[in-house]
């Protein structure tokens, strides 16, 4: 699920402090990247069997390379995902995500897209 019109998606800005912020608010990149892409994730658990929740914020370079650490990043509309054991996660429409995941979702977006503010280029 799309979370849509919260702003993050307007932060065009330096791989580096994108990093040390996605961090402070437990946004993990781990190996989620390449050379023209960057993933965070935040991992929501679940009291259901099985599941857990993301927040994913995935970005592309507009210049420069992810992996010499020297991109400068586009963010990009956030989602909300569930992940189904094993198979993988889900962003569909079509999956019913209770209505305060989704608020808690987008409280934590909306908190990043604060702080990122400061650094937008």
């Known amino acids: 699920m799309k979370l849509e019109n919260l702003g993050i998606e307007e932060h065009i800005m330096d791989l580096k402090p994108l ?6 608010h437990a946004f993990i990149r781990a190996g ?3 050379y023209e892409r960057v ?3 935040y991992k929501i658990g679940s009291n259901e069997k099985n599941i857990t929740y ?4 995935q970005g592309f370079a507009t210049e420069g390379d ?6 400068v990043i586009q ?3 956030p989602l909300l995902g569930k992940h189904y054991y094993p198979h993988g996660i889900e962003y569909g429409e079509e999956e019913n995500f209770p209505e305060n995941l989704v608020e808690r979702a987008k409280n934590l ?3 990043v897209n604060d702080e990122l503010k400061q650094y937008t280029k």
Not at 19 to 24: C, E, L, P, R, S
Not at 54 to 57: D, G, K, M, S
């Open 19 to 24: 990093d040390h912020i996605m961090g402070k």
């Open 32 to 34: 989620q990247w390449d």
């Open 39 to 41: 993933t965070y994730d």
């Open 54 to 57: 993301y927040v994913r914020i």
């Open 66 to 71: 992810v992996d010499r650490g020297d991109a």
């Open 75 to 77: 963010l990009k509309t």
């Open 109 to 111: 977006v909306s908190r």
